[in-house]
């Protein structure tokens, strides 16, 4: 048996999807707005000729609110169409910080510590509670991460949808 991999089946692994199609700019532009427009119902976005941002319409709003994110861009004489699944670029920006801050603190402390102890130093007795306590943060700030995730599964499962209905369509087969 056979089977072939679509473009949108990547997704599965990875939340970025780049595909080729015969439309211009424009053209998938206006298709797009004639699709939101028919399912506004369930989904609501932004759509220009460069950009489309969708998201689903719900009454939970989370912190991590999936956002189906499409860039149009014209390569070697080809349209192309990337797409990237996630939250707003201010969310990931936000626990990037998190993450940096308490790594960076963590190893500040830790280095704190070990210094302390090779030169038999009793100025810093906190900073081995202090390395824990960050590394504490960085799990807690992975849960809350994983657990907006969970939350937000079947708003990925519908914008995932979305994607394949509007975009695969009109996806250049090479």
């Not at 939340?15 to 015969?22: D, Q």
């Not at 298709?31 to 609501?44: Q, V």
């Not at 699944?85 to 990037?96: D, H, I, K, N, Y």
């Amino acid at each position: 048996m056979n089977t072939e991999e679509t473009t949108l089946d990547k997704i599965r692994t990875r939340p970025r999807f780049t595909m080729f199609t015969h439309l211009s700019k424009e053209e998938y532009a206006e298709n797009l707005k004639k699709y939101l427009a028919e399912h506004a119902d369930e989904f609501s976005g932004n759509i220009n000729k460069e950009v489309a941002t969708i998201c689903v319409k719900t009454n939970d709003e989370g912190y991590w609110k999936p956002r189906l994110s499409l860039r149009v861009e014209i390569e070697d004489d080809e349209t192309s169409i990337r797409g990237i699944f996630g939250p707003s670029s201010a969310v990931w920006t936000f626990f990037m910080f998190l993450y940096f801050s308490f790594s960076i603190l963590w190893m500040v402390f830790f280095s704190m510590y070990y210094v302390e102890k090779k030169i038999n130093s009793q100025e810093f007795p906190w900073a081995l509670n202090a390395s824990f306590a960050m590394l504490s943060c960085i799990a807690i700030t992975y849960a809350a991460a994983r657990f907006g995730q969970h939350k937000a599964k079947d708003e990925m499962l519908k914008l995932r949808r979305f994607a394949e209905e509007s975009t695969l369509q009109f996806e250049k087969i090479n």
